[in-house]
């Protein structure tokens, strides 16, 4: 049986920039770093399950400029498929990655070959996304891509709407499971339609009643990050949480991606969300110990932090 992954989704370059702590607006500041490495939301995932020893396929772009090299360089290392990766006329998608000294990030994307990726990019390859055990989807290729690959999905579908943008609701029940943290939990339910009011940042219980939330609005599963408190999985009625391995947090950057990129790896072999979700938490946090994302993930002769 096929245990390939799909990442449909995003390949950055990022721009490193350390700061002692983030600019005010119109505020100039001193900063360290100016490296660049590779990132975007979805070639972080692919990487991560690489990595792990998954058999990943990349769908998506880069452009015809130096940073593509530089985008690409682990996904290369780690082995991924990269027969459907386009490149595209233009520039590479950048990120600026701004880094505190707690570890805490700002993001600014500029899309450039990532926006190529359209409803007619991924249909181009619809044999290898609707062969795929596990496709995974992200927030930051146009929704036609993304709706397209849903569509032509017939393996399990990994949903990380990161960032949140406006996409038909199938997407999102078709998703098992969604991945979201707390604040595109929150902008999912708006999409869907559903009140979140009740569940947004009032109480301790917010979390899990979005799960809750999410799950009657007819989502097969659900994973809630919570970086360092950890994670909820819901499915069918039942919420679960799951704690995450304490560690030293020096950048955050793509940890959520790490998480996603191990589940997807976990799923792929047959495992149950939570077993998947558990494992992941491991991944993530791993992540966090070092700079930037896919030079910060680990590979399986690396040890994972374990929950006390
Ligand atoms: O999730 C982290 C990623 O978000 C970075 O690698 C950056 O490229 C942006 O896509």
Do not use: W
């Not at 396929?57 to 996904?75: E, R, S, Y």
């Not at 490149?87 to 500029?110: F, H, K, M, S």
């Not at 940042?201 to 009657?216: P, Q, T």
Request: aromatic letters at 2%.
């Amino acid at each position: 049986m096929s245990q390939a992954i799909v990442v449909v989704g995003s390949i950055n370059a990022d721009l490193m920039i350390q700061v002692e702590r983030h600019p005010l607006p119109g505020e100039t500041l001193h900063g360290g770093g100016g490296e660049i490495l590779p990132g975007g939301k979805g070639a972080n995932q692919a990487a991560a399950a690489a990595l792990l020893g998954g058999d990943v396929h990349m769908v998506g772009a880069v452009g015809d400029d130096p940073n593509a090299q530089a985008a690409t360089a682990i996904l290369r290392e780690a082995g991924v498929n990269l027969d459907h990766m386009r490149v595209q006329p233009g520039p590479t998608g950048l990120a600026v990655v701004v880094v505190d000294e707690r570890g805490e990030n700002n993001i600014i994307v500029i899309g450039g070959a990532n926006e190529s990726v359209t409803a007619s990019t991924v249909e181009a390859v619809a044999e290898v996304v609707s062969t795929a055990a596990v496709v995974v989807l992200q927030g930051e290729i146009p929704r036609s891509g993304i709706e397209r690959a849903a569509e032509l999905g017939t393996g399990r579908l990994v949903v990380n709407l990161a960032p949140v943008i406006d996409v038909d609701h199938s997407v999102v029940l078709k998703a098992d499971p969604l991945v979201v943290n707390e604040h595109e939990a929150a902008l999912v339910l708006q999409l869907l339609g559903r009140t979140a009011e009740t569940a947004v940042g009032v109480n301790s219980g917010a979390e899990k009643a979005m799960v809750e939330e999410l799950l009657r609005a007819g989502v097969a599963s659900v994973v809630l990050t919570m970086g360092a408190e950890g994670a909820l999985v819901g499915e069918g009625a039942m919420v679960t949480g799951l704690a995450s391995p304490k560690v030293n947090a020096v950048d955050t950057t793509g940890a959520g991606d790490a998480f996603v990129g191990a589940l997807a790896m976990k799923l792929a072999q047959g495992e149950s969300v939570l077993d998947a979700a558990g494992f992941a938490a491991r991944v993530g946090a791993y992540a966090c110990t070092s700079s930037g994302a896919q030079p910060s993930y680990p590979t399986l002769d690396d040890e994972l932090p374990k929950v006390e």
